[in-house]
């Protein structure tokens, strides 16, 4: 089976600096997946780790441990434009399908 | 179009009725998802099209679930004899392959079953 864990609502001030923690337990794991989801919206990619490390692109970094099962999404100098749920998601082997963790409320205040 | 497009955006039905969403992927993009989100709740994976293989549909809740690719292009997601709790936005997911990370999603059909 799978489980993604993360947590359910945070709350951050602007500019400050968020850490977004997933962890998870599947079969035939084959990348891990972080997505940004505005109200209403349709979600939109963020970012992609298969290996162990981190990987940055501008404001936001993801890391991935594989061998803990546990995965991170940072935000850098947070804007209220960041207030969105961030939603976690496996890959598996087989197929293209993800398995989406219940997403974390971010709220940033000014 | 450039994204993937829905429709409808909204459809409120009477419990018992049959419902069709449909989605169209961008151009060339040979693999289609579909997903539902439930208020407050996470994505859950329905059915998965790639090509000419044959659909994985191991998300679909029930058999009142079936969804259809014709042309390798756009799909039509029907459910039969609604129920309340089929209520939730429905996405639309397409990518260029199955081996391609990044899945690009519609907007969503928010069904209303009342």
């Known amino acids: 089976g799978q489980n993604i864990d993360q947590p359910t609502e945070m709350t951050a001030t602007e500019g400050a600096i968020v850490q977004i923690n997933c962890t998870y337990q599947?079969?035939?794991?084959?990348?891990l997946f972080w997505y940004q989801q505005h109200a209403g919206e349709a979600p939109t990619f963020l970012s992609y780790n298969v290996l162990d490390g981190l990987e940055e692109k501008g404001r936001f970094s993801s890391f991935l441990s594989r061998s803990k099962g546990y995965s991170y999404l940072l935000l850098k100098e947070l804007q209220m434009k960041d207030s969105a749920s961030y939603l976690c998601a496996v890959k598996r082997n087989q197929g293209g399908k993800l398995i989406f963790g219940q997403g974390t409320e971010l709220s940033v205040k000014p | 179009g450039a994204g993937v497009s829905q429709s409808p955006s909204n459809k409120v039905t009477e419990k018992g009725k049959d419902v069709e969403l449909r989605c169209d992927p961008i151009s060339g993009h040979t693999a289609l998802y579909w997903y539902r989100q439930s208020l407050g709740q996470g994505l859950e994976f329905l059915i998965y099209f790639q090509g000419n293989s044959a659909p994985d549909k191991s998300g679909l809740p029930s058999d009142r679930f079936s969804a259809e690719r014709t042309g390798g292009s756009v799909s039509t997601l029907t459910i039969q004899r609604t129920q309340q709790e089929d209520s939730a936005v429905y996405l639309c997911a397409s990518s260029r392959g199955s081996s391609y990370n990044e899945q690009f999603f519609g907007p969503g059909t928010r069904l209303t079953v009342l």
């Open positions: 599947t079969s035939g794991f084959n990348g």
